[in-house]
Nanobody
Framework: QVQLVESGGGLVQAGGSLRLSCAAS????????MGWFRQAPGKERDFVAH????????YYADSVKGRFTISRDNAKNTVYLQMNSLKPEDTAVYYC????????????????WGQGTQVTVSS
């Protein structure tokens, strides 16, 4: 069982930045592909980014490429999402995800979820 706790959400103006953090409670954090999804009101939960478990390869949704950066610190069991040049359409609840040794863009295949953190971008 993996527990994920996100933090760092909030309200920011368009063009601003936020950094989300997700702390994982597992001894085998380095075996998990860590990712972020987001869900806006009335919409499905969509893939944002993930980072590999062994080679730290990153992958991003087209909508955030060049603005968001995912990283991880295995010594701290934590994954981060640095969000720059935020836009109102980035407003959503952001969810941390963990999947054992396999990355996925499909929310149905995610192994574990955090509780989510709200990000609101005002225009």
């Amino acid at each position: 069982q993996v527990q994920l706790v996100e933090s760092g959400g909030g309200l920011v103006q368009a063009g601003g930045s936020l950094r989300l953090s997700c702390a994982a409670s597992t001894r085998t954090f380095s075996n998990y592909v860590m990712g972020w999804f987001r869900q806006a009101p009335g919409k499905e939960r969509d893939f944002v980014a993930h980072i590999g478990w062994n080679d730290f390869t990153t992958y991003y949704a087209d909508s955030v490429k060049g603005r968001f950066t995912i990283s991880r610190d295995n010594a701290k069991n934590t994954v981060y999402l640095q969000m720059n040049s935020l836009k109102p359409e980035d407003t959503a609840v952001y969810y941390c995800s963990a999947s054992y040794r396999t990355g996925t863009l499909d929310r149905r295949n995610v192994g574990y979820w955090g509780q989510g953190t709200q990000v609101t971008v005002s225009s």
